[in-house]
């Protein structure tokens, strides 16, 4: 799980915010605040000065973490420390998750409307944040504009999506002779990666809300700009004291506690496999409810009538998607053997438009990956697949030709490619993509499915029955015909080691609830 420490100066008290309407019972008076300064620095990105985040959020206040470990932020671009996180400890898990408990009494029995009313103004909160958002997204991770633009506006959707399916969502539902209650679970710990911090808080935080469950907040400490400014846009949008808290802290410590903690009854996670696992353990003794959405190796299948071009295009956008840091990319592209060589020549002349550079730049295609560690861990498995007599087809070792700062990746395709290669087998992280050859639609299935993973899969195709009858047979929680993005309507998870549980609008919402019938 992850951490964060904060470096930050102090603001200047905000004034008295004016009244909030929050829908039938009328306008709420805004809370007092007990005179501790908010957190400061909100200086845009590029101005050159340290960040110092050291606050968090419990229960409606900015507050000093009872931890003390510090931690650096860097931009991955110039490799620069360009702050530090005050991270939180145990006993502000602990506090946070009291905090969240008290406020589930009452939280818990509002009605729909003032439900409603809190996610439209956080959609409101968090749209004033957007330019913000996005720099913290391009300064502290290396997302390129393309990313930040077309991914970042969804935070705000999201809220405002939540509200309106609440508008006809019905809590209590006839089933047969009995009456269904869906009550909301309680205290949910959501824990959130460092890829696209921002769009998975919102996400779990929009549903949490819905269901009337309240919430504790951990984010990655690599993440800790974009954590400070949706903290921010929480406390703008008057949430009830303790329905949502944020402790920025490292997993093996505030994570451990929140998957342990006897009062938090619901876990969702967003990660990697091996965190997965240990969630479940430490949940089990409490039997937690999970969402887990874990890893992936996802596999991008060109059946022999696609578009070559247009399919080859979408399938390296897939898999270079964010700098090559999604866990539902398509990193394992399968080609008919008949179209082999069209399909690595078609590779290759793809390549211009993945160029490598400064994020900032709106003609860049990939960015640096996100730190040293992941850098690291990308040039051994590049040398991996050299070691496991995989053909290098573009890319390589290194950094790209001109940049010689920064974690920069150049963007690999390897040939030559056995679904046995662990390279094939284990999910990367990063811009490095194999090219697997198979002899007709069962094999390619069989290959597709010959993986320990199964989050997101593509087949693209000219035939649209064909293509809806391989993807039937494809092993994956969601499969994509002839598109890159999902349907943020439909249910998104993974089977096998990609994790369990759904999320994503009414498959969302109800996994923060829990029928309860009455029988008369």
Same mark, same amino acid.
């Given at each position: 799980?992850?951490?964060?420490?904060?470096?930050?100066?102090?603001?200047?008290?905000?004034?008295?915010?004016?009244?909030?309407?929050?829908?039938?019972?009328?306008?709420?008076?805004?809370?007092?605040?007990?005179?501790?300064?908010?957190?400061?620095?909100?200086?845009?990105?590029?101005?050159?000065?340290?960040?110092?985040?050291?606050?968090?959020?419990?229960?409606?206040?900015?507050?000093?973490?009872?931890?003390?470990?510090?931690?650096?932020?860097?931009?991955?671009?110039?490799?620069?420390?360009? /702050?530090?996180?005050? #991270?939180?400890?145990?006993?502000?898990?602990? %506090?946070?998750?009291? !905090?969240? $408990?008290? *406020?589930? &009494?009452?939280?818990?029995?509002?009605?729909?409307?003032?439900?409603?009313?809190?996610?439209?103004?956080?959609?409101?909160?968090?749209?004033?944040?957007?330019?913000?958002?996005?720099?913290?997204?391009?300064?502290?991770?290396?997302?390129?504009?393309?990313?930040?633009?077309?991914?970042?506006?969804?935070?705000?959707?999201?809220?405002?999506?939540?509200?309106?399916?609440?508008?006809?969502?019905?809590?209590?539902?006839?089933?047969?002779?009995?009456?269904?209650?869906?009550?909301?679970? /309680?205290?949910?710990? #959501?824990?959130?990666?460092?890829?696209?911090? %921002?769009?998975?808080? !919102?996400? $779990?935080? *929009?549903? &949490?809300?819905?269901?009337?469950?309240?919430?504790?907040?951990?984010?990655?400490?690599?993440?800790?700009?974009?954590?400070?400014?949706?903290?921010?846009?929480?406390?703008?949008?008057?949430?009830?004291?303790?329905?949502?808290?944020?402790?920025?802290?490292?997993?093996?410590?505030?994570?451990?506690?929140?998957?342990?903690?006897?009062?938090?009854?619901?876990?969702?996670?967003?990660?990697?496999?091996?965190?997965?696992?240990?969630?479940?353990?430490?949940?089990?003794?409490?039997?937690?409810?999970?969402?887990?959405?874990?890893?992936?190796?996802?596999?991008?299948?060109?059946?022999?009538?696609?578009?070559?071009?247009? &399919?080859?295009?979408?399938?390296?956008?897939?898999?270079?998607?964010?700098?090559?840091?999604?866990?539902?990319?398509?990193?394992?592209?399968?080609?008919?053997?008949?179209?082999?060589?069209?399909?690595?020549?078609?590779?290759?002349?793809?390549?211009?438009?993945?160029?490598?550079?400064?994020?900032?730049?709106?003609?860049?295609?990939?960015?640096?990956?996100?730190?040293?560690?992941?850098?690291?861990?990308?040039?051994?498995?590049?040398?991996?697949?050299?070691?496991?007599?995989?053909?290098?087809?573009?890319?390589?070792?290194?950094?790209?030709?001109?940049?010689?700062?920064?974690?920069?990746?150049?963007?690999?395709?390897?040939?030559?490619?056995?679904?046995?290669?662990?390279?094939?087998?284990?999910?990367?992280?990063?811009?490095?993509?194999?090219?697997?050859?198979?002899?007709?639609?069962?094999?390619?299935?069989?290959?597709?499915?010959?993986?320990?993973?199964?989050?997101?899969?593509?087949?693209?195709?000219?035939?649209?029955?064909?293509?809806?009858?391989?993807?039937?047979?494809?092993?994956?929680?969601?499969?994509?015909?002839?598109?890159?993005?999902?349907?943020?309507?439909?249910?998104?998870?993974?089977?096998?080691?990609?994790?369990?549980?759904?999320?994503?609008?009414?498959?969302?919402?109800?996994?923060?609830?829990?029928?309860?019938?009455?029988?008369?």
């Amino acid at each position: 799980m992850g951490n964060a420490t904060s470096n930050g100066q102090t603001w200047p008290e905000r004034p008295a915010r004016a009244t909030v309407n929050t829908g039938e019972h009328g306008p709420r008076a805004p809370r007092s605040r007990p005179g501790l300064p908010r957190p400061a620095n909100r200086q845009r990105s590029g101005s050159g000065e340290m960040r110092k985040i050291d606050r968090t959020y419990i229960d409606g206040q900015f507050v000093t973490p009872h931890g003390t470990e510090l931690s650096p932020l860097f931009n991955p671009t110039t490799e620069e420390v360009i /702050g530090e996180v005050r #991270l939180a400890d145990e006993t502000d898990a602990r %506090t946070a998750t009291a !905090a969240a $408990k008290q *406020a589930f &009494a009452s939280y818990s029995r509002t009605s729909k409307e003032e439900r409603i009313a809190l996610l439209n103004r956080l959609s409101v909160t968090f749209t004033e944040r957007l330019d913000e958002l996005k720099a913290a997204m391009v300064e502290e991770y290396g997302a390129v504009r393309g990313i930040v633009d077309g991914l970042i506006p969804l935070a705000p959707t999201m809220f405002a999506d939540a509200a309106k399916l609440l508008e006809s969502y019905e809590f209590t539902k006839a089933r047969g002779t009995s009456t269904v209650v869906m009550k909301p679970l /309680g205290v949910a710990a #959501l824990i959130t990666p460092w890829n696209l911090n %921002t769009v998975f808080v !919102a996400q $779990k935080l *929009a549903n &949490a809300l819905a269901a009337g469950a309240t919430a504790v907040v951990k984010p990655s400490e690599l993440s800790a700009i974009q954590t400070q400014i949706m903290t921010e846009a929480f406390d703008a949008a008057d949430v009830p004291p303790g329905v949502i808290n944020v402790v920025t802290g490292r997993g093996s410590i505030v994570g451990d506690v929140l998957t342990s903690h006897p009062d938090v009854t619901k876990v969702s996670f967003t990660g990697s496999t091996v965190v997965g696992q240990r969630i479940m353990r430490n949940a089990a003794a409490t039997f937690k409810r999970l969402t887990l959405e874990l890893g992936g190796k996802g596999p991008s299948i060109l059946l022999d009538d696609a578009d070559i071009p247009s &399919a080859v295009s979408a399938a390296l956008s897939s898999g270079f998607l964010n700098n090559g840091q999604t866990c539902f990319a398509g990193t394992r592209i399968l080609a008919p053997r008949s179209r082999l060589e069209e399909i690595l020549e078609a590779i290759e002349s793809a390549m211009p438009a993945f160029g490598v550079g400064d994020p900032r730049d709106p003609s860049t295609g990939v960015g640096p990956v996100v730190s040293q560690a992941q850098f690291d861990r990308v040039q051994s498995y590049i040398r991996l697949g050299l070691q496991e007599g995989a053909q290098l087809l573009v890319g390589g070792e290194g950094r790209p030709e001109g940049l010689d700062k920064g974690w920069f990746v150049k963007p690999t395709v390897f040939a030559g490619v056995t679904n046995q290669m662990r390279i094939a087998r284990e999910e990367i992280f990063g811009p490095v993509l194999v090219v697997i050859p198979y002899e007709d639609d069962d094999e390619a299935v069989s290959i597709a499915n010959d993986s320990p993973y199964g989050l997101q899969a593509h087949v693209f195709s000219s035939d649209t029955e064909r293509a809806h009858h391989v993807a039937r047979q494809v092993e994956a929680g969601a499969v994509l015909i002839n598109r890159i993005f999902s349907d943020v309507e439909a249910p998104f998870g993974g089977i096998k080691q990609s994790g369990i549980g759904r999320e994503h609008h009414l498959y969302g919402l109800e996994s923060y609830l829990e029928p309860r019938a009455i029988t008369a």
